[in-house]
């Protein structure tokens, strides 16, 4: 399965892009960028230098993706939504080398939803879900359900994307049957 770049797409030498990777209209991938194989990149995504996106992300239309994001394998990235390298920045005072870029990770399998931001210096946890038009201030939990502005953790999800509904402290999925236990305010699977 070889690597698909629309004719209208910019891919500079020097870029990165795994196997099966499929690069669509009018996106901008700069040198130094590493994808993944098997990824997919909507209309109008941008992917900045040094940018690292694992196997298997999807990455909806109108998002860009600036130096200092890393991205894990499974990762989902809904229509417009914004990640920000930069905590405090201003025309007057360029802030553009990586020295002045924090680090965002989103960790495997979490999902971030359209129009959602994910300020510079967060992580967001394993198999996390954002919600459409939050605003990520802090650290996302594994399997935690976040929204509003800023983002509160509402809930916890299950791998599959179906929320929890916790009995004291453990969980069965109603979808897939997966089990979690929650134990000070974390979530992890107890089935593995």
Not at 6 to 26: C, L, N, Q
Not at 36 to 63: D, P, Y
Not at 98 to 113: E, F, K, M, N, P
Request: a neutral charge; aromatic letters at 8%.
């Amino acid at each position: 399965m070889g690597t698909f770049i629309h004719e209208s797409a910019y891919v500079d030498a020097g870029a990165t892009i795994g196997e099966g990777t499929k690069v669509w209209h009018f996106c901008h991938v700069m040198p130094g960028a590493v994808i993944g194989n098997e990824c997919s990149l909507g209309q109008n995504v941008f992917v900045a230098n040094l940018v690292v996106l694992g196997n298997h992300v999807k990455v909806q239309n109108n998002v860009s993706i600036y130096e200092g994001v890393i991205l894990e394998d499974y990762v989902f990235c809904g229509p417009s939504m914004v990640f920000t390298n930069v905590k405090t920045p201003r025309s007057a005072f360029p802030r553009n080398t990586g020295a002045d870029y924090q680090i965002t990770r989103v960790l495997h399998g979490a999902s971030i939803g359209a129009n959602a931001t994910v300020v510079c210096g967060t992580q967001i946890g394993r198999w996390a879900f954002v919600a459409a038009g939050a605003v990520v201030t802090r650290d996302v939990p594994d399997y935690g359900l976040v929204a509003g502005v800023p983002a509160r953790i509402i809930g916890w999800v299950c791998e599959c994307g179906a929320t929890l509904r916790f009995d004291q402290d453990a969980a069965t999925c109603e979808d897939c049957r997966r089990q979690y236990r929650r134990e000070a305010n974390r979530v992890s699977r107890s089935d593995v």
